[in-house]
């Protein structure tokens, strides 16, 4: 490798990415490479390291061995050899290859407490001690990197993936995205006035005049008034707005707008200038703006006339996640902005198929990931609906039929269990729904408890949403009379193992060098926490949301609710582009994900959100006592 190679190689390395280019260069001239041989030992436990190792071709072993000299030679043998017996995998606690490090910590703290062997033929670019100390020194963040947890981790390795690809954005204007017309309405406006006034402008959100003061309301405020707090929908809306606006000016970067909305947990700004007001930037038009073709994608979806024209906008979806995963965003908005796409393409689906007398009775619900909007790349169909008592259901199979064939052709594959609107057990009235749940409740089964979770996360997407929040009542109800159902309910968080061994930290499936992300990590998170919200009666049906409502009610300690949020995040975004990678390649989509396609810092923070997941799991069991549970 060249002297340019090389500093493009340290340029990608966390924490050496934050270093600047003029200093990097620098840094590189004070570099060499060396070779070792299989078998060798690079570092001995116990010793003062006199060097940063930077692996760029090979493997080497971390093993634990108490300073031991035979067992390490028998070791280093074994390496020589090629074995991979009980022994290696018994002292063998980590392994290291290409753009991997180490071991910065003993640099740090003086003394290395493992050693160090090649596995394989190795090349390592040495970064001499007082040269790594000077570094340190000038930059502190780099030592503050290895002593981060999970969620400092993972943002350290989120800002060195945004810095990737946002120079345009950096240089964009809030003026240069699309800014709704701000709707002024009265404080003595009713809630019902003001749902209808968002209705007829398209809008979620209303600018709110009281005397010389402006607030704002929200949707969600609204229906949090009206439905959560029970209050009459012909009270004013003054006392529910906030008044404290936060704003931005027109001329503004938008850089920070996406820095003061995940600042503030906000999902809109207002746009003034001076007394001036602009109107409002939404979230999901900053994150459109961002990508080469999501804004694109919603217009056509809401232009669409036919089907046809429905299925080209949704074509592109893939380049959308793809976008705005080049670009370091966060996992969260992606997952919130495909959800919007979606639930924008099956709505307007629904209005082009169904008659107007049907989405005046009817409500058309997506369930699992996509009601808990955390579906990113196209999965399985998973939709339902409820009528009116009035409607009957078999009248309506052409329309259902037609429905999941046509998310058929655009690429939403057909639900393997058959949780489709063109299956009749899921395109039904109110009184069965009930009906239904009260099996799935009072006489729960495996598969029932497979369909009651799908349920819970069921969110409306078209027709009157006040169906499903009918519906949901009634199961609430249920409930409360069956507390026990609880935790035969959350019995399932413990259904899959997670995939945590000796050797390389991972267990991996059988007959294939992968692991699946969704078994070992993400269902348990997600059930587990829906588990707990169900309890809790909480409204949210998204993972992270409920967490934070969880930590809110000191159900656990904020800081692993920082943690659990941080490494579902983290598994959902490995996850992602696993997938990305696998259609790039013409492979079929899945959960699974090899780690050697990782680097060291994605590597060790895949085996600590595994950690976390297995503290989740200990928390859920010893809450809902499932150890009593048969």
């Known amino acids: 490798m060249t002297i340019s190679d090389h500093q493009a190689f340290l340029a990608r390395l966390a924490p050496f990415n934050q270093i600047p280019e003029s200093e990097l260069a620098q840094l590189i001239g004070e570099l060499t490479t060396s070779h070792f041989q299989t078998g060798e030992v690079l570092l001995k436990a116990g010793e003062i390291p006199a060097c940063l190792y930077l692996v760029l071709d090979g493997t080497v072993w971390e093993v634990e061995v108490d300073e031991d000299p035979h067992l390490l030679a028998t070791l280093a043998n074994d390496a020589h050899s090629g074995k991979t017996d009980e022994r290696s995998v018994t002292y063998v606690i980590s392994f290291y290859g290409q753009e991997d490090?180490?071991?910065?910590?003993?640099?740090?703290?003086?003394?290395?407490?493992?050693?160090?062997?090649?596995?394989?033929?190795?090349?390592?670019?040495?970064?001499p001690r007082p040269v790594f100390l000077r570094i340190v020194q000038a930059y502190p963040q780099l030592a503050d990197f290895y002593h981060q947890k999970i969620s400092q981790r993972v943002a350290t390795l989120r800002e060195g993936g945004q810095a990737r690809d946002l120079t345009a954005f950096t240089i964009a204007k809030v003026q240069d995205a699309y800014i709704h017309p701000p709707r002024f309405v009265a404080a003595e406006t009713s809630i019902h006035q003001a749902a209808l006034a968002m209705k007829a402008n398209k809008t979620n959100s209303l600018l709110v005049t009281r005397g010389n003061e402006i607030g704002i309301v929200t949707a969600t405020d609204l229906r949090e008034a009206a439905i959560i707090q029970r209050q009459s929908v012909d009270e004013a809306i003054g006392p529910l707005a906030s008044y404290e606006l936060i704003a931005m000016q027109p001329d503004d970067f938008l850089f920070n707008a996406l820095l003061r909305m995940t600042r503030h947990n906000i999902n809109r700004l207002v746009i003034r200038d001076g007394k001036t007001i602009y109107g409002i930037l939404e979230q999901i038009d900053l994150l459109s703006y961002l990508s080469n073709h999501s804004h694109l994608i919603a217009l056509q979806i809401e232009r669409a006339q036919s089907k046809e024209?429905?299925?080209?906008?949704?074509?592109?979806?893939?380049?959308?996640?793809?976008?705005?995963?080049?670009?370091?965003?966060?996992?969260?908005?992606?997952?919130?902005?495909?959800?919007?796409?979606?639930?924008?393409?099956?709505?307007?689906?629904?209005?082009?198929?169904?008659?107007?007398?049907?989405?005046?009775?009817?409500?058309?619900?997506?369930?699992?990931?996509?009601?808990?909007?955390?579906?990113?790349?196209?999965?399985?169909?998973?939709?339902?609906?409820?009528?009116?008592?009035?409607?009957?259901?078999?009248?309506?199979d052409a329309i259902t039929h037609e429905f999941t064939e046509s998310l058929i052709e655009f690429g939403y594959p057909r639900c393997p269990g058959n949780i489709m609107v063109s299956n009749p057990y899921w395109t039904k009235s109110i009184a069965a729904f009930k009906n239904e749940l009260f099996q799935w409740i009072v006489h729960p089964t495996h598969e029932s408890f497979l369909q009651f979770a799908i349920f819970c996360d069921a969110t409306a997407v078209a027709g009157d949403e006040n169906l499903l929040r009918h519906v949901k009542d009634h199961m609430y109800r249920l409930l409360n009379n069956h507390g026990s159902f609880y935790s035969q309910f959350a019995k399932s968080?413990?259904?899959?193992?997670?995939?945590?061994?000796?050797?390389?930290?991972?267990?991996?499936?059988?007959?294939?060098?992968?692991?699946?992300?969704?078994?070992?990590?993400?269902?348990?998170?997600?059930?587990?926490?829906?588990?707990?919200?169900?309890?809790?009666?909480?409204?949210?049906?998204?993972?992270?949301?409920?967490?934070n409502a969880l930590s809110q009610r000191n159900l656990f300690q904020p800081s692993f609710g920082t943690e659990l949020s941080e490494a579902f995040t983290y598994l959902s975004a490995l996850r992602t582009q696993a997938g990305l990678r696998k259609i790039e390649q013409g492979q079929p989509q899945d959960n699974y994900l090899n780690p050697k396609e990782l680097n060291k810092l994605e590597r060790e923070l895949l085996r600590d959100s595994f950690k976390i997941v297995n503290e989740f799991k200990k928390f859920v069991s010893y809450h809902f006592k499932l150890g009593m549970v048969s």
């Open 101 to 127: 490090v180490f071991d910065a910590r003993a640099l740090l703290e003086g003394t290395s407490k493992h050693s160090f062997i090649a596995r394989e033929p190795t090349e390592c670019l040495l970064m």
């Open 493 to 547: 968080t413990m259904a899959f193992e997670t995939p945590l061994g000796f050797f390389t930290n991972f267990v991996l499936e059988k007959n294939r060098d992968e692991l699946d992300l969704k078994k070992g990590g993400i269902f348990p998170i997600v059930h587990g926490v829906r588990s707990l919200a169900l309890e809790y009666r909480l409204p949210q049906t998204n993972t992270l949301e409920r967490i």
């Open 309 to 396: 024209e429905l299925q080209w906008a949704s074509r592109d979806l893939v380049n959308v996640i793809r976008d705005l995963d080049a670009k370091g965003i966060k996992i969260r908005y992606i997952m919130q902005l495909v959800s919007e796409l979606n639930k924008k393409l099956l709505r307007k689906l629904f209005d082009l198929l169904a008659p107007p007398d049907l989405l005046d009775n009817a409500c058309l619900l997506v369930l699992g990931s996509e009601g808990r909007e955390e579906q990113v790349l196209k999965t399985d169909q998973d939709n339902a609906l409820i009528l009116r008592d009035s409607i009957d259901p078999t009248t309506l």
